[in-house]
């Protein structure tokens, strides 16, 4: 079964509506609330509301809150997307005692600050994030300072279509952990999520397909089987119906990204560590439109953020970037690639033309940015 997903929910104002998606579809599930609007483009989950039901009322078993058993080992995660004046909040996993955390990439894409809590104990670390796969949807966190945690427990058993499942999250975002029971209605399911703004929509493959009461929040929360073992990471959720169909990542596979991050292997879309940032808004436009009848091709700059290397420069709206370290820049794809191929603290010589038309230059060292 396919679906178009929304991903996790954010805190603070409603917001924005995913765009237009086909019927059928679910929508992968975000955080709790954050604000919507930025000058600076999509970041992540703040801007996209996700599954639940929003026809009529749910005929599926409420949420209750989690027991002890069911809350050992997953935690609340609440994050502040800098960039956009946002907050968000969802749900993770611990896997080690010294406090490597498992989500969904899209729990704390675009996010400055990450602050964790075990729900078992109220203790509250903050996370940097030490990988990141964001076409399969995972991330692994390391909290700090943490020792002598206690971790889900993995099931090594196989599912099968009916088995009884109970999903544990941070429904809302409101920092206590709800479960929600179900059943699996399918395996090796296909659901595409929603585009969000800037983010376009992603297809994810080999879900665990589930009905349960899930909800913003939930994202990146344990997926329980009969005998508490975690089978699946909470990703996403239909919409438009009274009965909820959720999707969860095997974790299985998610514990493959991992292994893979933890080795420094940063093939097949596994990024280690934070990216490094300019610090720019760059202005997709249509082939051969240049601001101010500009014919200079490069990476039209729609903006620069207060506080980064990019406005330190001087970069200002309506700037083209054109090359750096004497590398040709065609367009604001190229400008992606070569940054990506960086780290934080690289210095790199940046050369722009300006509004007018002149030629600028300038040694620019890049920071760490939102987590991607």
Do not use: C
Request: hydrophobic share 45%; net charge negative; proline share 4%.
């Amino acid at each position: 079964m396919a679906g178009s997903l929304a991903l996790a929910a954010p805190l603070a104002a409603a917001a924005s509506t995913a765009g237009a998606a086909p019927t059928a579809v679910a929508a992968s599930l975000p955080s709790a609330p954050g604000t919507s609007g930025s000058p600076y483009g999509s970041y992540g989950e703040g801007a996209t509301r996700y599954g639940g039901s929003s026809a009529g009322a749910s005929t599926q078993t409420p949420a209750t809150a989690a027991d002890s058993a069911q809350s050992t080992g997953v935690v609340i995660i609440e994050t502040t997307l800098g960039y956009e004046d946002a907050q968000a909040a969802g749900t993770g996993m611990v896997l080690s005692a010294d406090g490597l955390v498992l989500t969904n990439n899209h729990v704390i894409e675009g996010s400055t600050e990450i602050r964790v809590t075990i729900a078992a104990t109220g203790q509250t670390y903050t996370a940097t994030v030490v990988g990141t796969d964001a076409a399969d949807d995972v991330a692994l966190l390391q909290l700090q300072g943490a020792s002598g945690l206690q971790p889900v427990t993995v099931d090594d058993d196989a599912e099968a279509v009916g088995d009884a499942v109970t999903a544990v999250g941070n429904a809302s975002g409101g920092g206590v952990l709800l479960a929600a029971d179900g059943a699996i209605t399918e395996l090796e399911s296909s659901v595409t999520t929603s585009s969000d703004g800037l983010t376009a929509g992603e297809t994810l493959d080999g879900m665990i397909e589930f009905a349960a009461d899930v909800v913003a929040g939930d994202s990146g929360g344990a997926v329980l089987d009969a005998e508490g073992e975690v089978v699946g990471m909470t990703t996403a959720a239909s919409s438009g119906s009274a009965t909820t169909v959720a999707y969860a990542i095997p974790i299985e596979d998610a514990l493959a990204i991992v292994d893979k991050i933890r080795a420094g292997d940063e093939s097949d879309g596994v990024a280690v560590g934070s990216p490094a940032f300019l610090g720019v808004q760059v202005a997709r436009v249509p082939a051969g439109y240049r601001y101010g009848g500009s014919a200079t091709t490069g990476a039209l700059i729609a903006g620069a953020i207060d506080g980064t290397p990019a406005a330190a420069a001087g970069l200002v709206a309506g700037d083209t970037i054109t090359a750096i370290d004497g590398t040709a820049i065609a367009d604001a794809d190229a400008l992606t690639t070569v940054l990506a191929g960086h780290r934080p603290g690289d210095t790199i010589t940046l050369t722009w033309v300006d509004g007018p038309g002149a030629t600028r230059s300038a040694e620019v060292t890049l920071i760490a940015g939102p987590a991607a």
